[in-house]
């Protein structure tokens, strides 16, 4: 049971990127997803959540407006559709499950993640 975030890469400042997170051996469906980063040296901080019920979404403050997230349960697949992006985006994304999205803490299913690079 474990989630795959991929789809990440190097892009320039201002461009666009579009990560999926994909689960293998259960279903997404009855699962809020969240979305994880972690910079060098930094801690690792929430990124965007994704309810089960309801499709509702919820960011962090640095990212709302430029980031959004989806789900497409007839894939069992989550994305990060991430826009504008900034050399301070820059860190491994991960993804995992929750029973809802009410806090960034009790996630698990964590699985590898997937390197974006914001550069010029």
């Known amino acids: 049971v474990q989630l795959q975030a991929y789809g990440g890469g190097l892009v320039q400042p201002g461009g666009s990127l579009r990560l999926s997170c994909a689960a293998s051996g259960f279903t997404l469906d009855y699962y809020a997803i969240g979305w994880f980063r972690q910079a060098p040296g930094k801690e690792r901080e929430g990124v965007s959540c994704?309810?089960?019920?309801?499709?509702?979404?919820y960011y962090a403050d640095s990212v709302k407006g430029r980031f959004t997230t989806s789900r497409d349960n007839a894939k069992n697949t989550v994305y990060l559709q991430m826009h504008s992006l900034k050399p301070e985006d820059t860190a491994v994304y991960y993804c995992a499950t929750a029973l809802r999205c009410n806090s960034w803490y009790g996630f698990g299913s964590w699985g590898q993640g997937t390197q974006v690079t914001v550069s010029s």
């Open positions: 994704i309810s089960s019920s309801d499709g509702s979404t």
